[in-house]
């Protein structure tokens, strides 16, 4: 684990991101249910780590996508994140939809992109990977290049890692599952019936709790 992955961590269960609820799941949009929740919104009304997650997410940007002349939000989460490290390298942001929109124009990508633009993507989580890679694909077919992804956070689950190989994006987050859980125990947030859980719910997450 390195010392920004556990400082994320860290600020993530400091301002209450994160919520555990092995008894009464959360369920995701992709239908798997879920003893933990991670929220990255959060992370905008506090000002510190606000900062803290800009000024490392811009700067994981710059050095794994040098050459991005844009940098792209992925909707909703990761707009107002987007738009904090595209001011701090001075580029011009879009953000994508989940959809076209169904009125006005029916854009998908909100903001001025050209054609050939090459884009970094800011994304908040990354969980199943669907929606992020939905967000790449809407890019690439507006005629951009996308270099690559940085995210705030993920839980590594293999599925995702291998979506996101299979459609050749390259993915760097700030910190992840494994980090988040560590930072847990050290700090005495997790009971050991609690650490048994996450641990059975990350081994198999698509049917955990499932009936």
Known sequence: MTDTERKL?????????????????????????????????????????REEVAGELASLALTTCPGADVVAGVATGAIAHGVLVAQKLGKPFVYVRPTPKDHGTRSQIEGVLPVGS??????????????????????RDAGAEVLGMVAIFTYAFPEAEAAFAGEGVRLVTLSNYPALVRAAIDGGRLSPETEKTLGEWRENPSVWKQE
Do not use: H, Q
């Open 118 to 139: 090459k884009v970094v993507v800011i994304e908040d989580l990354v969980s199943t990977g669907k929606s992020s890679l939905m967000a790449v694909r809407a890019l």
């Open 9 to 49: 961590a860290e600020g993530l269960l400091e301002i209450g991101a994160v919520l555990l609820r092995p008894d009464e799941p959360f369920t995701w949009a992709s239908g798997w249910k879920s003893p933990i929740y991670c929220d990255n919104r959060r992370i905008l009304s506090s000002p510190e780590l």
